[in-house]
T-cell receptor, first 113, second 112 residues
Framework: EPEVTQTPSHQVTQMGQEVILRCVPI?????FYWYRQILGQKVEFLVS????????KSEIFDDQFSVERPDGSNFTLKIRSTKLEDSAMYFC???????????FGDGTRLSIL | LAKTTQPISMDSYEGQEVNITCSHN???????ITWYQQFPSQGPRFIIQ???TKVTNEVASLFIPADRKSSTLSLPRVSLSDTAVYYC?????????????FGSGTRLQVQP
């Protein structure tokens, strides 16, 4: 069964550094998402992406965050200057479109020191 | 977005059927009901989605009454590996394009 893959599984970064989280969505999917989950808390939506542009974003997704689909297979989340409170699991998801469920990767654990 | 209410936790034993009910009194006409499962340190995994009546797949069944104000996820003959958090989400037919809003879910503990 096709799946969403994320790398790295764990990223440790110093506060203030830039970090890029990578995702390979399911190959024929058109809609892409990033969510995060702080330890012990709910899964929170960050951003959705379709047709090479952001469709929707939450209040969490401020100017420190950006997303990109640099080629036909990868989807990335960049955090420009990380803060301690950015420590969380970051999940990528993809969907085939209307009425289709979103499928999630197993996440990248981001630890900011 | 329709608000959902589901039990915080449930306990069961291996081999039993587990039914988790979700209330969504203000569900809209275009809303679908979707259930996800999440294990620790893993991403949510899609289980089942439905609009009305009953939907069944290889892992679960979803029962939706005529008024659609609630739904029940049924897991037949659970095993220890079904211990996880289960989320009920309600959203319009464009769930493939729109943000999902997760609640706190139901933490299912399956005992031997």
């Amino acid at each position: 069964e096709p799946e969403v893959t994320q790398t790295p599984s764990h990223q440790v970064t110093q506060m203030g550094q830039e970090v890029i989280l990578r995702c390979v969505p399911i190959s024929n999917h058109l809609y892409f998402y990033w969510y995060r989950q702080i330890l012990g808390q709910k899964v929170e939506f960050l951003v959705s992406f379709y047709n090479n542009e952001i469709s929707e974003k939450s209040e969490i997704f401020d100017d420190q965050f950006s997303v990109e689909r640099p080629d036909g297979s990868n989807f990335t989340l960049k955090i420009r200057s990380t803060k301690l409170e950015d420590s969380a699991m970051y999940f990528c998801a993809s969907s085939g479109g209307q009425g289709q469920p979103q499928h999630f990767g197993d996440g990248t654990r981001l630890s900011i020191l | 977005l329709a608000k959902t209410t589901q039990p915080i936790s449930m306990d069961s034993y291996e081999g039993q059927e587990v039914n988790i009910t979700c209330s969504h009194n203000n569900i809209a006409t275009n809303d679908y009901i979707t259930w996800y499962q999440q294990f620790p340190s893993q991403g949510p995994r899609f289980i089942i989605q439905g609009y009305k009546t009953k939907v069944t797949n290889e892992v679960a069944s979803l029962f939706i009454p005529a008024d659609r104000k609630s739904s029940t996820l049924s897991l037949p003959r659970v095993s220890l590996s079904d211990t996880a958090v289960y989320y009920c989400l309600v959203g319009d037919m464009d769930t493939g394009r729109r943000a999902l809003t997760f609640g706190s879910g139901t933490r299912l503990q399956v005992q031997p």
